[in-house]
């Protein structure tokens, strides 16, 4: 009676070690597209103009500063440049506060586009709600947003990140469902509207997917990131230039993190500094980009702000069958930065699909000689592909077998993430499903801060044990 009560001691104590030490990786087999790969149609009500003559649509806000005290107010009107102008305040119905924005327009081959605002508040105080208020007369606009708290290591915030969204209904549904969180600023990593799918790139694409979203982004900042569909180099129309529509109509701070390029910029918020990469400008060695991000970085203080976000759209790690490999030679130029300054998590969109990695690094090959696979580095991050918002190209369900064994989970289906940064040391992070209608969190994970929480000296606590509990991934 008592060997094989020892066999089984012995047998679960080997099965608990394996779990500890061999890096193994999940594939979900649960694919769910909800609904068809095509978009709302023009002229739905997801898509409807609001009341009155020449009235303010398409309305959202980013973050307009380095550190979370100024927000860029952006609009479109249709008919006529009208009014730059926004009236806010503390109190609603009271807006004693005003500042005065511009207004520029564009042409994308036979498209003109509509009187694109935007306008500078500054001199915001953290933590506090304002009312806004735009557009004049019988066609004003109210709406209201929160700034972060001030810059502090402890200072809690939500973040969720959504890539790759288009305008079908699957793309509702993933909005609909973020909204639903609590989150307080969405990181975007790329490709909003996909207008670019359209014959002549189809401006009016890009005004519907402005109102589609206005119910999030006229309340909350969304940190933009560009991705290839707003390149729009369409040569065969005569347009030379790139991302032109995507530039006239997503203003970004990025002069305030001393960018030359609003494609690539910096801002910190609460207790994140959050850097936006761009995957289509130039960034090998020399170039403005590199240059930037190697000052970027050195401006980091991880004891102001713990957790250091990178977010780009093309993955620098993916397994999935569709765009491979497409982000090698940004690792190659990025990838020991990232490691060297204990980058907490890189997000990215692009393939259209759920993707987590383990801490891995593949650093110490060059062309001569060294490891040419990625292995566990305890401070490298986390990589995470979220390009699964729902957009009319469909999901990439083919990933690559076997399953790397940098990849941790992955599963072809819709859905967002949610960050919860709870203080120096934790957070919470969940990636949440679209699954018939309903938000199911499907991929848990917590995260000990890079800085904070991987060396002893600085940490308040003891260590916690890194143990893995009911199927909640911790790093
Ligand atoms: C606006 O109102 C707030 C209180 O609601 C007050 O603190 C502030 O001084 C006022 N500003 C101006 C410019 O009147
Ligand atoms: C912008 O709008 C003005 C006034 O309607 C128009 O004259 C001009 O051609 C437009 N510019 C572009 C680039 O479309
Ligand atoms: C290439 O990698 C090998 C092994 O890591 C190392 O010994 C060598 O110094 C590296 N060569 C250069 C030029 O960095
Ligand atoms: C940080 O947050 C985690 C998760 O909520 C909590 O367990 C931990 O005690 C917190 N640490 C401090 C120093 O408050
Ligand atoms: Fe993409």
């Known amino acids: 009676m008592r060997i094989p009560l020892l066999c089984l001691l012995v047998r679960s104590f080997i099965l608990l070690c394996f779990v500890e030490i061999v890096l193994s990786g999940f ?64 109190l609603k119905n009271q807006y004693n506060l005003s500042a005065q924005g511009t207004h520029t327009n564009y042409t994308f081959y036979k498209y003109r586009s509509g009187y694109i605002h935007h306008c500078l508040l500054s001199g915001l105080e953290h933590n506090t709600k304002y009312y806004y208020k735009i557009g004049t007369g019988n066609s004003a606009r109210e709406f209201w947003f ?16 959504i ?53 999030s982004v006229a309340y909350q900042p969304w940190i933009w990131s560009a991705g290839n569909h707003e390149i729009e180099y369409k040569p065969h129309l005569g347009e030379f230039s790139t991302f032109r529509a995507y530039i006239h109509r997503y203003a970004t701070p990025h002069v305030a993190s001393k960018s030359n390029s609003p494609l690539w910029y910096a801002v ?16 090998v060695k020399y170039t403005p980009q590199w240059l930037w991000l190697r000052e970027e970085l050195k401006q980091v203080d991880r004891e102001k702000t713990p957790w250091l976000i990178v977010l780009m759209h093309a993955p620098l790690y993916n397994s999935n069958g569709v765009h491979y490999m497409e982000g090698e030679s940004m690792r190659a130029a990025f990838e020991r930065w990232l490691v ?28 001569t000689s060294g490891n040419r696979y990625p292995v566990p580095d305890k401070s490298a991050p986390v990589y995470i ?91």
């Open 385 to 475: 592909t979220v390009g699964d918002g729902g957009n009319q190209e469909g999901l990439a369900s083919r990933f690559l077998e076997p399953q790397p064994e940098y990849s941790a989970f992955r599963e072809a289906s819709y859905g967002h993430s949610v960050l919860e940064l709870k203080n120096r040391t934790h957070a919470f992070y969940n990636w949440i499903r679209n699954d018939d209608g309903k938000s199911v969190p499907t991929d848990h994970v917590v995260f000990h801060n890079q800085y904070w929480a991987s060396n002893t000296r600085r940490r308040l606590k003891k260590k916690q044990p890194n143990r893995q509990i009911n199927l909640i991934a911790t790093y």
């Open 146 to 161: 929160e700034t972060p708290p001030e810059v502090d290591a402890d200072a809690s915030y939500t973040f969720g990140i």
């Open 27 to 90: 594939t979900s087999s649960f694919i769910r597209s909800e609904w068809p790969s095509t978009d709302i149609p023009l002229d739905s009500p997801e898509f409807s103009t609001p009341e009155g003559y020449n009235a303010p649509q398409q309305v959202h806000i980013t973050q307009g500063d380095y550190d979370g005290k100024a927000v860029i107010v952006s609009w479109v009107n249709m008919i006529e440049p009208g009014s730059s102008e926004v009236l806010y305040g503390k």
């Open 163 to 215: 890539g790759d969204l288009g305008q079908t209904y699957n793309s509702l549904s993933t909005l609909e469902h973020y909204m639903k969180t609590g989150g307080q600023t969405v990181l975007f990593v790329g490709d909003l509207s996909y207008a670019d799918r359209y014959h002549d790139n189809d401006g009016n694409r890009w005004d519907s997917w402005g109102r589609l979203v206005e119910r």
């Open 340 to 367: 060297h300054y204990k980058v907490d998590m890189v997000f990215a969109g692009h393939v259209h699909a759920y993707e987590r990695s383990y801490r891995v690094s593949n650093i110490n090959y060059n062309i």
């Open 268 to 283: 910190r918020r609460a207790s994140a500094h959050i850097i936006v990469l761009s995957s289509y400008s130039p960034f």
